[in-house]
């Protein structure tokens, strides 16, 4: 059984940020990934890019409005606004480097429950209780779609690799914000009728 001041669930932007902070304190924590660092941007479709553009201009000091550690910018990283999944998940990889950020890859989250002295956190790797606990598993890859009546005529966004390639000329995206703007933006270069709701 391990004892940790801080466990930090997911290896994407929240987990390495949060990670960043603490690895500049006595603070003991672990990230637990039950992958690879930025997967989720890994499983983004090639053509999707992020709509917030990476520029240094904010109000919090940040370098980079895309930014999740001081001193560090994806934009200057790779000299573009816009970053897709990839270019995004190479990032986060350099900001674990830059922190030396030890991360235990491959740690499936089976249940969390509250014990006297914080949470404890039962891994396919085993269990572990900390004092605190930072859920930061992203959920992109993990839509919860079921209970929607018509569920039979949809696709969720993390299904689709290559938008261009869905069969039919009219659709409907519901949300509005990175996934359904992106996607929309994809389709209708293809020509396809787009209502975005």
Request: proline share 4%; hydrophobic share 40%.
């Amino acid at each position: 059984m391990k004892f940790v001041n801080v466990a930090i669930v997911g290896a994407g932007p929240a987990g390495i940020g949060i990670a960043s902070l603490l690895s500049k304190t006595d603070i003991d924590y672990i990230v637990l990934e039950k992958s690879n660092v930025g997967s989720s941007f890994l499983e983004w479709p090639d053509n999707m890019e992020m709509i917030t553009p990476s520029f240094p201009s904010n109000a919090f000091g940040q370098m980079d409005l895309n930014s999740i550690a001081p001193y560090t910018s994806p934009a200057f990283s790779f000299k573009k606004e816009h970053l897709s999944g990839k270019e995004y998940a190479k990032y986060l990889k350099k900001v674990k480097i830059l922190n030396k950020i030890d991360i235990e890859t491959n740690a499936e989250v089976k249940n969390v429950k509250k014990v006297e002295k914080g949470w404890m956190i039962e891994t396919n790797k085993g269990n572990l209780i900390c004092k605190y606990l930072v859920w930061a598993a992203g959920e992109f890859q993990n839509p919860k779609i079921t209970g929607i009546k018509g569920l039979e005529h949809c696709i969720h966004s993390s299904s689709i690799k290559e938008p261009n390639n869905l069969n039919g000329d009219n659709f409907i995206i519901i949300g509005g914000y990175e996934s359904g703007v992106q996607m929309a933006i994809e389709m209708v270069k293809h020509n396809k009728n787009v209502t975005l709701i």
